[in-house]
């Protein structure tokens, strides 16, 4: 158990503060004041080469700054900055194995260490014993509280400290003496709103830099989970809904601004796909989405015009916004799992089914995909069974011409995703909280010029 020994005469205090830092490791020291006296022995101490760090209070006298000003010179001398008048006197002198601990009564100026009566004691403590933990973490706190002495600060000081000794005896007012303690008041403040400034920068860049979705998201589309209706697995989901529906309030307002043509479904429950299994409909659950399209007054167009070809008309080109167990999807849904109008609609829009007569553009799509995939690099066109089977097909759309688009939409049929998409890890800065909105953005305009194609609706004849 570390003993406490009193040091009550101050050559007793000098010499135990010379003996440890003679081989110290660290030096933190908090005093009221200091005189040139402490740079002496500062100085002294740093031949040895400790990193000191003394933290004095900022009511000074125009001597006890002359030691500050040395002082600063050898070490990171720091000025109080709080509310209250700083007045600890503690030294934490750390060496290889234990920190020497004085507390008391002493300054770190020469009437301390020297010529006063003091009351002081000390302690050597091993790493990790409780009390150094104590004062330790509250050196911290001071030091945080505390700026480090400048050629600003340092005038300023000397200004106070000038008029504090020409006018005593004067009226507590002196406008000269007022000055100099605003002045003092104003570094504080800068100092403090550059603090809140930096704090809340950092704040921001670390929110910005979380990933928007979190590895619960992810696991919520784990195999084992895609049948399930379990309670917990249900929360999950909506917990993902949850947070589409957050990006989309964010979204749909710079959707509106860049004027395109893209809406949420008709009903609100449907601007992301289904979080809970539908019997008939939603069998499984291995990714959610969120989706955008043509307007419902759109579709109805559509069906009304095209009512003895189409049953059940639902069109499900769409840009969307995809996430499934291993990784987050931006890109164009062409045609849907189970919806044969999508394939029907996109043969006849490409000039494969001349059962009716439209207006084939299958250069132009061709055209449009192309120049996404030069925007967006990674971008690829993709037939996916269902089922996860071999049978899939991928290209790069900087890679896509007229013969491949034929091929891949004639082997599409009904079981299989036909889309555009770009594809990001988890971990990918580009889908952080601070990131996801432009990177969404970003995407949707590059294929935005394929969706109008792929969605637009031919008349009859």
Known sequence: MPQWTPLLETADLLHCFQEATAGALRVRIASAFVSPFAAQRILEA??????????????????????????????????????????????????????????????????????NVEANVFADLPPGHATLDSLLERFEQWETNSVSLTDEWLRALRAAAEVTEVAEGLVEEDGQAVRA?????????????????????????????????????????????????????????????QRFLELHEELMPRIRAAGWDLHPHHKEQNTTSSWHLVPGIVPQISAIWLSYGRSHERFKELKDREADDVQGFFNHTKLQVLINERQLLFGLMIAQRNNEWDRDYLRKKLGLDTSTVVIAEPDRVVEVLRAAGTAEPTAYL????????????????????????????????????????????????????????????????????AFELLASYPRKR
């Open 46 to 115: 740093s031949e040895h080469g400790p990193r000191t760090t003394v933290v004095v209070g900022r009511d000074l006298t125009t001597h006890q700054l002359e030691g500050l000003e040395l002082l600063s010179r050898h070490c990171d001398a720091r000025i109080w900055i709080g509310d209250a008048s700083f007045h600890p006197k503690v030294y934490l002198i750390e060496a290889a194995e234990f920190t020497r601990v004085i507390i008391g009564s002493s300054n770190f100026t020469a009437g301390g260490f020297s010529t």
């Open 181 to 241: 303690r605003a002045r003092i008041q104003s570094l504080i403040a800068a100092e403090k709103s550059r603090r809140e400034s930096e704090q809340a920068a950092a704040r921001a860049r670390e929110a910005a830099s979380r990933p928007f979705f979190r590895p619960e998201h992810f696991a919520a589309f784990v195999p084992t989970k895609h049948r399930s209706e379990d309670g917990p697995v249900v929360l999950e989901r909506k917990a993902v809904t």
């Open 382 to 449: 993709e037939r996916e069974p269902h089922d996860n089977s071999e049978d899939k097909e991928q290209i790069l759309l900087r890679d896509l011409n007229l013969d491949a688009l034929l091929a891949i939409v004639r082997r599409d049929q009904r079981g299989n995703w036909l889309g555009a998409w770009v594809d990001y890890s988890p971990a990918d800065a580009a889908v952080s909280e601070g990131a996801i909105l432009a990177t969404t953005m970003r995407v949707f305009e590059h294929l935005y010029p």
